[in-house]
Antibody, heavy 121, light 113 residues
């Protein structure tokens, strides 16, 4: 059974940093691209970033490019999202998600339960 | 960026009736080399993460009831629920994974009339 368990969310002041983690199980982690998708309270889904299974390709939404960094440790079955220079508009539930393929150009077939990030003073 | 526009924003349908949700992309998401449309549909119920229903525009994910179907090509796509059930009350999103950033539509809220 595929499981994705996010952690690292919480309350942070504007301009601060957080690192989200997602521990994966139930599949061969390194064989699949992984994504982060966020959802602001009461709003729709916003794609944030994706990383190839091998870790050698990454892509970002314009709203986070230069501030967020996606990475993975295939030996630890763990996906990360380093978030710097956080803004109020980054407040959202952040979902870790597994893609159906190893490249980045594939749909998401499994989602974690999400971790809430709140940016506020 | 590819803009995904869903319509309607909200839809109320009687139990057993058909629900139709439209999704339009600002540019084609059909990849000519493999003739695949890089378009997926997701269902999100309150308090839950999204669930994949349809990918490659018309391929039903394993375990998804056959009352859900996807159609369309290029820039215009449709998700159809042939006979709405109470458990189908949710918000539905389309997403393109043709070109980064992989954008979602704004969502369509499906309710029971």
């Amino acid at each position: 059974e595929v499981q994705l368990l996010e952690s690292g969310g919480g309350l942070v002041q504007p301009g601060g940093s957080l690192r989200l983690s997602c521990v994966a199980s139930g599949f061969t982690f390194g064989n699949y691209a992984m994504s982060w998708v966020r959802q602001a309270p009461g709003k729709g889904l916003e794609w944030v970033s994706v990383i190839r299974g091998s870790g050698d390709s990454t892509y970002y939404a314009g709203s986070v490019k230069g501030r967020f960094t996606i990475s993975r440790d295939n030996s630890q079955n763990t996906l990360y999202l380093q978030m710097n220079s956080l803004r109020a508009e980054d407040t959202a539930v952040y979902y870790c998600a597994k893609d159906t393929g190893s490249t980045c150009y594939s749909p998401i077939d499994y989602w974690g339960q999400g971790t809430l990030v709140t940016v506020s003073s | 960026d590819i803009v995904m526009t869903q319509s309607p924003d909200s839809l109320a349908v009687s139990l057993g009736e058909r629900a139709t949700i439209n999704c339009k992309s600002s540019q084609s998401v059909l990849y000519s080399s493999n003739n695949k449309n890089y378009l997926g549909w997701y269902q999100q119920k309150p308090g839950q993460p999204p669930k994949l229903l349809i990918y490659w525009a018309s391929t039903r994910e394993s375990g998804v009831p056959d009352r859900f179907s996807g159609s369309g090509s290029g820039t215009d796509f449709t998700l159809t629920i042939s006979s709405l059930q109470a458990e189908d009350v949710a918000v539905y999103y389309c997403q393109q994974y043709f070109g980064t950033p992989f954008t979602f539509g704004g969502g369509t809220n499906v309710e029971i009339k």
